[in-house]
């Protein structure tokens, strides 16, 4: 656990941290239409990946490798275990300058996540989590507790741009009920750790590529907190394409809560 959070940090020393607001014309690409990447993010998965492989040699599924062959995602479900990698989560902020971006890794076994890593170089913030055996801040062992029980103290964030418009509208029309609801930090790797820190009570998503959310529905969850499918399915890694949405609460009270108002149930 501790050979991969230095890793991370490593990565992001090389590769990340020395082109924060630095980056030079040209190391700015797009991937795919609104999707950018820097060279930032393919150096750092480069690093990640090698030293991953060389701690224990199994598939590595970056985010930039499998933007470049979809069919590396497979890893996740048709090896026993896999390495899961986001060079750069948060690569608009980053690009932005702003401060709110995080490294991420996770190991799959048998299609599950077992443990997850986000390093937050803005904060030197390290959280870490084991499957069945808690989630840590730099080393400190975190416990969520529970949220507000009136959803009019309730605050969160609502991810509602790939949602159709009929959708969104229902969402935005429910989102009333509770005490502020805001579009998030654009960033999973951050957006994760502060629902234990007590800065949101729930997150909704609709695009779960699994990068994102890999990492930190495994910090969440084993803080005491819930990450699963609006049917209420336990959160599993799925090859990008699969959007049927994901709500993450701060205990199961919040995570019932929350989807009765939003869905309208």
């Known amino acids: 656990m501790d050979r991969v959070a230095e890793i991370l940090a490593e990565a992001s020393a090389e590769a990340v941290e020395p082109r924060f607001r630095a980056l030079a014309a040209g190391e700015v690409m797009e991937k795919a239409p609104g999707e950018i990447v820097t060279v930032a993010d393919r150096e ?38 896999a390495w ?29 996540t077992v443990a997850s890593w986000i390093w937050q170089p ?10 069945g055996s808690g989630a840590w801040r ?12 009136d959803a009019a103290e309730l605050r969160g964030s609502v991810k509602s741009r790939h949602l159709d418009p009929d959708h969104r509208h229902r969402l935005q029309v429910n989102c009333a009920a509770f005490a502020e609801v805001s579009p998030g930090r654009h960033a999973a790797g951050i957006e994760y750790p502060d629902v234990i820190e007590g800065r949101f009570d729930f997150l909704l998503y609709w ?22 499918r609006l049917d209420g399915t336990p959160y599993r890694p799925e090859a990008p394409g699969c959007e049927d949405g994901l709500l993450v609460a701060a205990d199961p009270h919040t995570w019932e809560l929350t989807r009765e ?5």
């Open 122 to 131: 803005a904060t030197a913030t390290a959280y870490r989590a084991e499957l």
């Open 44 to 81: 750092a998965e480069a690093i990640i990946a090698r030293r991953l492989y060389e701690l224990l040699p199994i598939p590595v599924v970056g985010e930039e490798a499998v933007a470049a062959d979809p069919s590396l995602a497979r890893a996740l479900h048709d090896e026993p275990a």
């Open 84 to 112: 899961l990698v986001d060079p750069v989560d948060g690569t608009a902020n980053f690009v932005a300058g702003r401060p709110e971006y995080a490294v991420m890794c996770s190991l799959v076994r048998s299609g599950r």
């Open 261 to 265: 108002i939003l869905l309208g149930t």
């Open 138 to 149: 730099d080393g400190e062992r975190l416990t969520r507790p529970p949220a507000p029980q």
């Open 207 to 228: 695009r779960t590529l699994p990068w994102d959310h890999a990492p930190g529905s495994l910090l969440v969850s084993e803080a005491g907190g819930v990450s699963a």
